[in-house]
């Protein structure tokens, strides 16, 4: 630890609020806009939202289909995570635990897709999901999803299931449980810390997902979050205030989530992206 | 969080450590049906969403597809056409390069500055990294508005401020202007993702051999000396890792893109990957093979890009953070 003095550190701090107040100003602008109606906003950009609208979040949940896009989202994102859990922690388990030839290769195999620019396969997956009446269908984002998020998600449970001790797994053993209670019943919930960051990590992904949802789903009634604002914009690109309402509805939830879990995502997110490099 | 976050980094080598040595001890054959159960699922997913996919995209370039039915062999046509006709993918290769290297270029360097700021333990340092790095956790689609508002000629805050200290003149609409479009972009992406790389630099000057660097400053190093030649070395390797990721996440973009400027005004923000889609499923000829070749060949592209980045750090970077 260098050695700074206290009237330093003080001034640094004094230059970093006031740099961190011109960062987060776009998001609190976007904030107060969605108080306020299109209106005020034309007669005052900077204004406070006084008197505050909160009907605007109402009209534009019930009346400009949010609703539906919030639901869809939800429906995706949750689904999406549950089936890469459920299926990614056993493979990763698998990989971790048990012997088996062609083991590395595989697994490597899997892992390397990482790499891979979404806009390579997604253009085939286009193609195949039309053919397999999965296109336009939130049944077809949530497998495409899915298998976007393998590699982060095995590379993540496969370390942690690896240095779980195998005295426990003796002990499950000799108490009689086959491989599959094993699994379920004594591995997957010691994982657990392991299993919220992937959870997290994928969450966040999913939720925020635009490139393969603008091209898997073409149809109001399928649409996620990202894609309704974006016609939404399209529709009434004037209406600056009702645009900010519906962007403050999409990023609400994960901000709820941050301010509540702030360490643990900033945590599970920077060891996501690093272990994907 | 930091101590948590340097347990990550070696909980990660341990445990491929410790996979290699339980898979040893474990001698008792494995089923197939086992196999099946475990690991099935996930191969189901990984073969049918990404491997059939990624193939078919090769085998596609090789055609005109112009709905999902019908093809029509083509050869090699597709890819004579992008090296000798096409007059966009070019511009859209340079954009998206120049954006890769313009974001490693910025977002490093402000990030290790504002690590080294919270590393003297400044008051309210937890407040400042949480909100530095609470852009990142935006969608794309909910940072495109807002900046498309920020950049607005007629009321935007830039041009607003402009005006007010007498630089009208400067004033301009900064995403409708041919030269300011895709810098103004690059912005946009640099402000997302400084928290991120700043994280990440923070985490790794934590876990730098403290008394090493006081030694060096009680040695009269001084400040700047201690940072320059003592820390920076240091975490350069973290340095490296980072701009892997920067650049690998910029040859990427799309969706910023394709919020924002659609590509324009006149292609000047066209990056590949909004070329791609855009020309399977906006152009006035619908055709899968064209695009199919470009994204081949984009795709040889990264992964070239992604070699000689790892072997030029020769490192493998996840081992560093």
């Known amino acids: 630890m260098l050695p700074v003095s206290r009237f ?27 108080l306020r109606n299109s209106a005020e906003f ?4 900077y204004g406070l939202p006084l008197p505050a609208h909160w009907d605007k979040f109402r009209v534009a949940w019930v009346e400009f289909g949010y609703q539906t896009y919030f639901r869809n989202s939800v429906i995706v994102s949750t689904g999406a995570v549950l089936l890469l859990i459920a299926v990614g922690s056993m493979a990763a388990y698998f990989f971790a635990r048990y012997k088996f030839p062609l083991r590395e290769p595989l697994y490597l195999m899997i892992f390397a897709s990482i790499m891979l620019p979404p806009q390579v396969s997604i253009l085939a997956l286009f193609q195949m999901l039309v ?10 984002l949530i497998l495409v999803y899915a298998a976007s998020g393998l590699p982060v998600t095995l590379f993540l449970l496969r370390a942690f299931f690896a240095q779980i001790p195998r005295e426990i797994e003796e002990a499950a053993r000799i108490e009689g449980a086959n491989d599959w209670r094993m699994y379920w019943q004594v591995m997957f919930p010691i994982a657990r810390p392991a299993v919220t960051a992937v959870v997290i990590i994928n969450l966040v992904e999913f939720w925020n997902e635009f490139l393969y949802a603008v091209v898997l789903i073409n149809q109001q009634a399928s649409r996620t979050l990202p894609l309704g604002i974006m016609f939404f914009m399209g529709d009434r690109e004037q209406d600056v205030g009702m645009i900010a309402t519906g962007l403050v509805i999409t990023i609400l939830p994960i901000l709820v989530l941050y301010a509540i879990f702030s360490e643990r995502i900033t945590q599970s997110l920077v060891a996501g992206a690093l272990g994907s490099s | 969080m930091l101590r948590t976050l340097q347990d990550v980094g070696t909980e990660k080598r341990r445990g491929a450590a410790a996979a290699r040595t339980t ?11 086992l196999a099946a159960v475990f690991l099935g699922p996930t191969l189901f997913l990984y ?49 998206t390069l120049f954006w890769s290297i313009c974001s490693a270029l910025l977002e490093i360097p402000i990030a290790f500055l504002l690590a080294l700021a919270l590393y003297a333990r400044v008051p309210g340092g937890r407040i400042f990294r949480l909100a530095w790095f609470a852009p990142m956790l935006l969608s794309y ?29 400067l004033a301009r609409p900064w995403l409708g202007d041919l030269s300011t479009a895709l810098p103004a972009l690059i912005v946009v992406t640099t402000w997302m993702f400084v928290g991120f790389n700043m994280v990440v630099f923070l985490a790794a000057l934590h876990s730098l051999p403290g008394d090493i660097i006081e030694a060096a400053y009680i040695d009269g190093a001084g400040w700047w000396r201690t940072v320059g030649w003592i820390m920076l070395p240091l975490v350069w390797p973290t340095a490296a890792a980072l701009t892997v990721l920067c650049v690998i996440g910029k040859m990427k973009q799309f969706a910023l893109v394709y919020v924002m400027t659609r590509g324009g005004p006149l292609w000047s923000t066209e990056t ?20 199919s070749a470009l994204a081949t060949l984009w795709f040889l592209a990264t992964l070239g890009v992604t070699l000689l980045l790892v072997l030029t750090f ?5 081992h560093e953070a």
Do not use: C
């Open chain 1, 8 to 34: 330093a550190r003080y001034a640094i701090a004094a230059g970093l609020a006031l740099f961190t107040l011109l960062w987060t100003a776009p998001v609190l602008w976007m904030g107060m806009l969605s």
């Open chain 2, 23 to 33: 898979a040893a001890r474990r001698s008792s054959p494995v089923s197939w049906g």
């Open chain 1, 131 to 140: 053919r397999y009446h999965l296109y336009n269908t939130l049944t077809g």
């Open chain 2, 272 to 291: 590949v990957a909004t070329y791609v889609i855009k020309r399977a499923f906006q152009w006035k000829t619908v055709d899968l093979g064209y695009p």
């Open chain 2, 314 to 318: 020769q490192r493998r970077p996840q």
């Open chain 1, 42 to 45: 034309y007669n005052g950009p």
């Open chain 2, 141 to 169: 689609v909910v940072v495109g508005p807002i900046w498309l508002w920020i950049y607005n000629y007629d009321w935007g805050p830039i041009d607003a401020a402009l005006r007010t200290m007498g630089l009208g003149g």
């Open chain 2, 47 to 95: 073969l049918v969403f990404t491997v059939y996919p990624l193939f078919r995209t090769f085998y596609n370039s090789l055609f005109v597809l112009p709905t999902v039915n019908i093809e029509q062999f083509v050869g090699l046509d597709n890819f004579r056409q992008i090296f000798s006709t096409d007059t966009i993918i070019w511009p859209a290769v340079q954009h």
